[in-house]
């Protein structure tokens, strides 16, 4: 049975960081993709970030370039996704998800296992 765990998250102010963690049990992430999405109240889950399986290749959204840093140890079997210089618009359900299906990072429907999520919340 795969479990994706994620943890970190928590309650920054402006300015601040946070390091998510997470963790997969039940497979070997080494030949995964990895993503972060993240859902705030009342909108659409959106992508972040992710990070390819095999060169690891590192992709973010416009709006987290050069603040976020998307990273995987395949030997613990874990991805991590530090941010900094945070927002109060990066506020959100942050969720790590493992990308099982071919194309595109970036398209949910691409990652067949998830975690339950972390919450992220900045303060201004």
């Known amino acids: 049975q795969v479990q994706v765990v994620e943890s970190g998250g928590g309650l920054v102010q402006a300015g601040g960081s946070l390091r998510l963690s997470c963790t997969v049990s039940?497979?070997?992430?080494?030949?995964?993709?990895m993503g972060w999405f993240r859902q705030a109240p009342g909108r659409e889950r959106e992508w972040v970030s992710c990070?390819?399986?095999?060169?690891?290749?590192?992709y973010y959204r416009s709006s987290v370039k050069g603040r976020f840093t998307i990273s995987r140890d395949n030997a613990k079997s874990t991805s991590y996704l530090q941010m900094n210089s945070l927002k109060p618009e990066d506020s959100a359900m942050y969720y790590c998800?493992?990308?099982?299906?071919?194309?595109?990072?970036?398209?949910?429907?691409?990652?067949?296992?998830w975690g339950q999520g972390t919450q992220v919340t900045v303060s201004s």
């Open positions: 998800a493992v990308k099982t299906g071919a194309g595109s990072c970036a398209i949910a429907p691409n990652f067949g296992y």
């Open positions: 039940g497979l070997s992430i080494d030949v995964y993709g």
């Open positions: 990070i390819t399986r095999s060169d690891g290749l590192t």
